[in-house]
Structure formats: structure tokens, C-alpha cells
């Protein structure tokens, strides 16, 4: 028997944990894996690492490791496993093609605890995590794991529509599955759909289940819909799609997302896009994404995604003008291969101005962060442009391990010549960013990152009252511009720091 022996950790950041606590901390051992789609056996598969999982003592079992594709620069191809338990879990891995020296677990839990034997390494969970294990730190072809809590069983009624294990596709050759008001919709563990859902002007619906969305193009698309909940489900869009994103909330309501894990290889493939819509929840998730991560906009049609407008006053029915309000995203864990983590803004409708408030991101970990281009490079980004007034956003308890390139801030109310599409992105300047604080903000100082902007455009194109509150570098708090690296521009109000 080997014998397994402590791996050194590399030691980056100390966070908060966002994993997904179990609905019974006390519950019993239990291990659910689950079986690839024979359709897929081999052309999904990935051979880098050899996965195992058992209950403590108990026997082995075999996960497959599915390749997904990461960073649209290069388009690499990376590994994922899934499972659910409770309880406590035993993994074992081994790398497959060539000998390694470290292995690193991001973002860093200082209670998971990596022991070497030879070729493998094992850990062992006592709670639910979504993470990834680096070999000497190689993030490109990297090692995703989802480990998730035992998921909800299959609702009860005989209304539920039910996909089972094993692959499925949309009916007539298309590639959308239907959907209508009222529909609950449930995918088991184990079923693989390659295909997506579009919630157009649809209310009262919700998907639910550990399912797989597998290279659907644009997975869950909402436009005009209303009292939605998505939860549980995993989404991979390895193909280099544009604007593939995981998740597209555009021109809705009262909206609920909770513990989503999603990838994406394709330009523009953000994560979770939310745009013209009010009171939505994001709550829990992991996110690997090659464009921002989570994003929050006030514009009515998408150049990109060859959307049309909707009127000033809103949607067709609405009892609200079409502003962004009541956002809120939380519990998340997020890598982005390139542009912004956190992003409100930009985007807007110059010919019918809006407004984007009350909007809050906390307890979030961004894992690693890549944007090149210099006028788009924030992990924590506003930008007012388009018209568009934003208000009264936070972000809090925000834990950034590595900025590869790129800045920890850039708030920026301005204008820019962007043109996306051949559509000009913003044809005026906005009218100007009010109210943000950044509140317990901690960034490991890993990396190379450039310096922080905040500034405005003019005196109708201000940032006004921005305050940060604990500000945290390389373990150090800072209480200055100077020391946090933050070059502060002209048209800044109310700015302060302690």
C-alpha cells in the first residue's frame, strides 16, 4: 500500500469559504456518482487524470472526466468531475502524462489538506466544494472538481417535465427545448442535454436537477419572463461560440439562480449576464468563463446577440420603465480567462437613458483574472456610458487570489469609441457613477497587476461618495490611494479610504 505523506500547499490568500453547506451537516455517509451518456464515452472525454472517489474505508469508483475547453486566447482543453455526497468523501488522482513536483488547490481552504503517495494524491471533504487542483501551476489544463450536496429529487406531479440519465436532444432537429408558463422542469443526475432553454415572455418556471447542459450554444436564455428559479445545474460550452454564456437575463423579473457551475471557451461568453431586469438573486456557483464573469447591464438589445430593442418604457406589458435595479449576487467562486470579474454598466440605450441601482456583490472568490486591453481590465469594474446613471452599488467581502494582468478597480463614467458588431457602443457619454462602496476587500497580491483608475469625464459625468472600507494587499491594510495603488482622476467627488 502507498504510503501518502503531506503536500506542501502553495499558501496564497486566507478566505472566507463559499462552499455549499450540506442541508445536514450530521447526515450519514453517502456517495452518488454518476454514469457518462454512451454517446459520449469517448468523445467528451479527457485523459489527463484518472479520478476516484469512495466513502471513508469503503471501495472505490471511477469518475469520468469530462475536457472542457478554457480561455478563448488559446482554447485549451481542461478537465471536469462531478459527484454528490454527504457526509465525508475520499478522492484520489492521478496525473497521467508526465511526473509533477506541486499541486495546488484554488481557491485556497485551509482545511483541505492534499497527501502525496507516489504518482497520486488524495484529499478528504467533510462538506460540499466546487474547486480546481493545479500541477505545478499549470492553469490551462487544470483539474475541476464539483463536488455537490445531494441534490433535490425529481418533484412530485405528473406535470413535471423529467429528463432522465443518459443523453438527450431537442425534438425536431432543433436545438432549443421547448418551454411555456408553469412548466417545472427536472434533470437527473446523470443526463446530459445538448441543447438549450429559452425563456422568452414565459413566467412561473423553474429547471432544476444535477443535469448537464453539453455545448448548448447559449445555455439558459431569458427574455421577458418573470418569477424564474434555475437551480443545481452544470453547464459546458467548450465550443469556441461567440457570446455562449451560461446564463442570459434580459428584460425580466423576480428571477432566482442558485448554485449554477458553468465554463465557456467562446468570445463574449460571459457568465451570468443581467440587463434591463429587477429583483434578482444569484446565490452560490462556480464559474470558469473566458469573458466577465458576472455582469450587470441597462440595455435593452445586445449588439451581439442580435437582439432587438424594446420600447423606453419597457417591456411589451411592464409596469416599470426598463432599469436595472435590485441585483444581487452572492456565495460565488469565479475564474475568468479573460475581461472583467464583477462588471456593472457600459452598456445602455443613449436614445432613452437608463438607470442602474442597488446592486451588491459579496462573499465571492475570484480565483484568477486575465484582461489585457487596458480600458476593460477590472476585476471590480462600473463603467457609466450611454447615458446610463449607475447608483448605490457594493461590493463586499471580496477575495481576489491572482490578477494575471489587469486592475483590482476600474470605475471609470465616461465615454468610449467601442464598437461592437458594427453597432457603436456608446454614442454619448453616461451621466455618471453615485454612491459605490467597497467594503472588505482582500487581494493576495499574486500576480501583475497594473494600477487601479477611478475618474470621471466632466462635470456632468462624475463619480460621487465612493468609499472603501478595509482594503486588504498582500495581507497588509491599506489606508491610502498612494498605498493601494489607486491613481484617482479628475471629476471624483466624495472619494474616501480607511
Not at 451570468?272 to 440595455?299: C, E, F, P
Request: charged fraction near 20%; charge should be neutral; glycine fraction near 10%.
Amino acid at each position: 500500500m502507498l504510503r501518502f505523506l503531506t503536500l506542501a500547499v502553495l499558501m496564497m490568500l486566507g478566505c472566507a469559504s463559499t462552499a455549499v453547506q450540506p442541508a445536514n451537516a450530521q447526515a450519514a455517509n453517502d456517495l452518488r456518482v454518476y454514469e457518462v451518456p454512451r454517446e459520449l464515452l469517448y468523445a467528451a472525454h479527457n485523459d489527463d487524470y484518472t479520478v476516484r472517489v469512495r466513502k471513508p474505508g469503503g471501495p472505490w469508483q471511477s469518475l469520468y472526466e469530462y475536457r472542457i475547453r478554457v480561455d478563448a486566447d488559446t482554447l485549451q482543453n481542461a478537465s471536469l468531475v462531478y459527484f454528490d455526497f454527504a457526509g465525508k468523501v475520499e478522492i484520489e488522482i492521478e496525473k497521467n502524462n508526465g511526473n509533477f513536483n506541486t499541486a495546488q488547490i484554488l481557491p485556497l481552504r485551509p482545511r483541505m489538506r492534499l497527501l502525496r503517495g507516489g504518482s497520486l494524491i488524495r484529499l478528504t471533504l467533510d462538506r460540499p466544494e466546487r474547486f480546481s487542483i493545479q500541477f505545478d501551476g499549470d492553469r490551462l489544463h487544470n483539474l475541476h472538481i464539483l463536488a455537490g450536496a445531494i441534490p433535490e429529487g425529481r418533484p412530485k406531479g405528473d406535470d413535471v417535465i423529467y429528463f432522465g440519465p443518459g443523453l438527450h436532444v431537442p425534438p425536431d432537429g432543433g436545438n432549443r427545448f421547448p418551454v411555456k408558463s408553469g412548466d417545472r422542469i427536472y434533470l437527473a443526475p446523470g443526463a446530459v442535454l445538448r441543447g438549450s432553454f429559452a425563456l422568452d415572455h414565459v413566467r412561473d418556471v423553474r429547471i432544476s436537477g444535477r443535469g448537464l447542459l453539453y455545448n448548448p450554444g447559449s445555455p439558459i436564455d431569458l427574455d421577458g419572463a418573470s418569477n424564474i428559479d434555475i437551480r443545481e445545474l452544470i453547464v459546458v460550452n467548450d465550443e469556441h461560440t461567440n457570446a455562449a454564456r451560461v446564463i442570459n437575463i434580459r428584460n425580466s423579473e423576480n428571477v432566482s439562480v442558485r448554485e449554477i457551475s458553468g465554463f465557456t471557451a467562446g468570445k463574449w461568453s460571459d457568465g451570468i449576464n443581467i440587463s434591463t431586469s429587477q429583483h434578482v438573486r444569484i446565490d452560490g456557483g462556480y464559474l470558469r468563463v473566458s469573458d466577465d464573469g458576472v455582469v450587470v447591464y441597462a440595455v435593452t438589445d445586445c449588439p451581439i446577440c442580435g437582439n432587438r430593442p424594446i420600447p423606453a418604457g419597457g417591456p411589451p406589458g411592464a409596469a416599470q420603465p426598463a432599469d436595472t435595479f435590485d441585483i444581487k449576487a452572492r456565495n460565488l467562486t469565479i475564474w475568468n480567462d479573460v475581461a472583467h470579474s464583477l462588471f456593472v454598466g457600459h452598456f445602455g440605450d443613449a436614445d432613452a437613458p437608463r438607470t442602474v441601482s442597488n446592486v451588491t456583490f459579496e462573499k465571492i472568490d475570484i480565483v484568477n483574472f486575465d484582461e489585457d486591453d487596458p480600458m476593460w481590465d477590472g476585476v471590480m469594474a462600473i463603467y457609466s456610458g450611454n447615458g446610463t446613471l449607475i447608483k448605490n452599488v457594493t461590493f463586499s467581502d471580496i477575495n481576489v487570489h491572482r490578477i494575471e494582468e489587469g486592475r483590482l478597480i476600474n470605475i471609470v463614467a465616461g465615454q468610449t469609441k467601442l464598437t461592437i458588431a458594427s453597432a457603436q457602443a456608446n454614442k454619448v457619454p453616461g451621466r455618471g457613477i453615485e454612491d459605490v462602496t467597497l467594503r472588505n476587500i482582500a487581494f493576495a497580491g499574486d500576480g501583475m497587476p497594473n494600477r487601479s483608475i477611478i475618474s470621471g469625464l466632466g462635470a456632468g459625468t462624475m463619480v460621487k461618495g465612493l468609499r472603501i472600507e478595509n482594503l486588504r494587499i498582500g495581507g497588509r491594510k491599506v489606508m491610502s490611494a498612494r498605498a493601494a495603488g489607486i491613481d484617482v482622476g479628475p471629476w471624483v467627488s466624495g472619494f474616501s479610504i480607511r
